[in-house]
C-alpha cells in the first residue's frame, strides 16, 4: 500500500479479554472528515481490530482515528501523511507535498550536485525500538460527567437546574505496555524491545537512508551529492573529573557531541583542512550493512515499493 514496511507492529487485541459490548466496525471504514468537537470522542468509535496482530495499515489508521491519544483533530496524523508513494509522485501538489516533508523516503534530497552530507551518529547502546501493548478495558467505555448550570431569577429565590452529560476531551488511550512482556533472547524487557542505536534513535532510523543516497544512481539522491557515514562505537569510560558525561568516545545521543573523533570530523569538514583525506570515507561499525540487506531482500521492504 506505499507505505515503507508492512510489517506485523502490533501483538494484541480486545477481544480475549475485554466484554464486547457494541459490535466491532469494520476498520476499512475511513475516518469522518467532518468530526467536529461538540460531536464528543469516544474510544468505542475508533474501530479497533479484534486480531491478536496489527497489521501496519491497522496501525495507522488507529493513529489517524486515535490521534495519539489527543483525538483525530489535534495531531500530526491530520497534519502528516503516512504514504511515502503518494509523496514520490513527480506531481504531487505543493499543499499535499507538505505533508511529505518529514518523510525522507518520499522527498528526494535536492538538487545539489556540490553539496556533500555526513552523518554522524554512534551506535552500541541498548535503544528502545518496539512496545508489547496491552488494553485497560476500563478505558475503552466513554467517561462522562455531569455538570450543573443554574439559571436564577432577579429575586435568587426561584432557580432552575440544567444538567447535561459531557464528554471529557480526550479521553486516555485505552493501550498501555505490558510489562510482563520478557524475552531476554529477543531483546525485550518488561513490554520493550531494544535493538542498537544511540539510546535514543535505533540503528534503523540513524543510517538506513543515508546509505541509500550514497547509492549510485538513487532516485532519492536525484544529482549525485556525496552521503558520507561516520559511525561511532560507544565506549563509556567515566572520568572523576566530568562525571556528567560518557568520556571521550561516547556515542550516546546528545553526548556524542563530545566525542573526540566527531569533534576532529567537524572541525575537519568546517575547516576543509584534510577533509577528503581524512573524512571522505565510510566508518562503519554497526550491522547496518546486514540489516539493510534483511530489509530490501523482502518482496515490499525498503524503498522499491516507494519509488514505483
Not at 501483538?11 to 479479554?17: E, L
Not at 525522507?104 to 541498548?126: D, E, F, N, W
Request: hydrophobic letters at 25%; aromatic letters at 8%; charged letters at 25%.
Amino acid at each position: 500500500d506505499g507505505r515503507f514496511t508492512p510489517e506485523i507492529i502490533w501483538n494484541n487485541g480486545t477481544d480475549d479479554f475485554c466484554p464486547v459490548s457494541t459490535p466491532p466496525v469494520d476498520n476499512a471504514t475511513p475516518v469522518d472528515e467532518n468530526y467536529t468537537k461538540e460531536e464528543g470522542f469516544i474510544h468505542s468509535n475508533l474501530r479497533i481490530p479484534p486480531s491478536r496482530k496489527w497489521s501496519m495499515s491497522e496501525t495507522i489508521d488507529y493513529i489517524f482515528q486515535n490521534g495519539g491519544g489527543y483525538g483525530p483533530t489535534i495531531s500530526s496524523s491530520s497534519i502528516f501523511s503516512f504514504n511515502s508513494k503518494d509523496g514520490f509522485k513527480k506531481r504531487t501538489p505543493a499543499k499535499e507535498m507538505k505533508k511529505h516533508w518529514h518523510d525522507p523516503t518520499a522527498v528526494p534530497l535536492p538538487r545539489a550536485p556540490s553539496m556533500k552530507i555526513y552523518c554522524l551518529y554512534g551506535t552500541g547502546i541498548p535503544t528502545e525500538r518496539a512496545y508489547y501493548y496491552k488494553v485497560a478495558c476500563d478505558k475503552l467505555d466513554d467517561v462522562l460527567s455531569t455538570k450543573g448550570n443554574q439559571t436564577c431569577g432577579e429575586n435568587e429565590q426561584t432557580c432552575e437546574s440544567e444538567t447535561t452529560m459531557i464528554n471529557e476531551e480526550p479521553p486516555e488511550s485505552p493501550f498501555y505496555i505490558d510489562t510482563k512482556i520478557t524475552d531476554l533472547s529477543q531483546n525485550i524487557h518488561y513490554g520493550v524491545r531494544f535493538s542498537d542505536g544511540d539510546t535514543s534513535v535505533p540503528l534503523l532510523s540513524l543510517g538506513y537512508m543515508c546509505q541509500k543516497w550514497a547509492e549510485p544512481k538513487s532516485r532519492h539522491n536525484p544529482s549525485g551529492m556525496k552521503v558520507f557515514t561516520r559511525e561511532r562505537k560507544h565506549e563509556a569510560e567515566p572520568s572523576l573529573t566530568d562525571p556528567g558525561r560518557g568520556g571521550p568516545h561516547s556515542g550516546e545521543h546528545v553526548d556524542i557531541l563530545g566525542n573526540v573523533g566527531v569533534i576532529e570530523d567537524v572541525v575537519r569538514i568546517a575547516t576543509g583542512y584534510e577533509v577528503e583525506e581524512k573524512v571522505d570515507h565510510d566508518i562503519i561499525v554497526s550491522q547496518l550493512k546486514n540489516i539493510m540487506k534483511s530489509i530490501d531482500s523482502h518482496p515490499f521492504g525498503g524503498l522499491k515499493n516507494v519509488v514505483k
